[in-house]
C-alpha cells in the first residue's frame, strides 16, 4: 500500500500521507477547527482517543491522511472501512474532510478524497461514502463533481 501520494500545485508540492504520531498538535488544531465549522467542542479525552486509534493501524480503526503543502499540514481526512449487510466485501465511510480556508479551491480537498478513493480500492471497500450537511454549499460544490449524491436521509436516536 502506498504511503504517500505527491501533486504539484504551481510551484508548491502536495503531500498526502499517514498521520504520525509527531502530527498530533497540527492534526488537532485542523480538527478544531474543522468542528468549529459544524458548531461542536469535544472533551480533551476524545482528542486522544482518537488520535491514538488512528495511530493504532488496525484496519478496524479509524485511519488519517494529512494534506501537508511546503511543509505545513492544511487539511486533513478521517476515514473507516466497516463492514456492510449488502456485500461481502467492507465499505469505506469519509467521517471528516478539513481543508484549511486558505487552501480551498487549490485541489486540497480533492486530493484527499482522491487519496480515501485509493485506499479504499487497495482494501478491497466496495463503496466510499459520507455525510455533509445540506448548507455546506462550498465542499458539496465538490463532492457534485466526484461523487454521486443519494436520496438518503440520516436519522439518529433521540434521547
Not at 509527531?22 to 461542536?40: G, K, M
Not at 486558505?102 to 482494501?123: F, M, N, P
Not at 461514502?129 to 439518529?156: C, E, S
Amino acid at each position: 500500500m502506498s504511503k504517500e501520494i505527491q501533486q504539484n500545485k504551481g510551484n508548491s508540492a502536495l503531500i498526502i500521507r499517514p498521520l504520525v504520531a509527531d502530527d498530533r498538535s497540527q492534526w488537532e488544531s485542523l480538527w478544531r477547527e474543522y468542528l468549529a465549522f459544524y458548531e461542536t467542542e469535544l472533551p480533551h479525552e476524545v482528542y486522544d482517543s482518537t488520535f491514538s486509534r488512528m495511530l493504532s493501524g488496525k484496519d478496524s480503526e479509524f485511519h488519517c491522511k494529512l494534506a501537508v503543502l511546503d511543509g505545513r499540514p492544511v487539511g486533513l481526512v478521517h476515514y473507516l472501512f466497516h463492514r456492510h449487510g449488502w456485500s461481502i466485501e467492507n465499505t469505506c465511510y469519509l467521517q471528516d474532510l478539513y481543508a484549511d480556508p486558505s487552501v480551498r479551491g487549490t485541489g486540497v480537498g480533492r486530493a484527499l478524497i482522491e487519496a480515501v478513493y485509493k485506499a479504499a480500492d487497495e482494501h478491497g471497500a466496495t463503496s466510499t461514502y459520507w455525510n455533509t450537511q445540506h448548507f455546506n454549499k462550498t465542499a458539496r460544490v465538490l463532492y457534485d463533481r466526484i461523487a454521486q449524491l443519494t436520496p438518503f436521509l440520516k436519522y439518529v436516536r433521540r434521547k
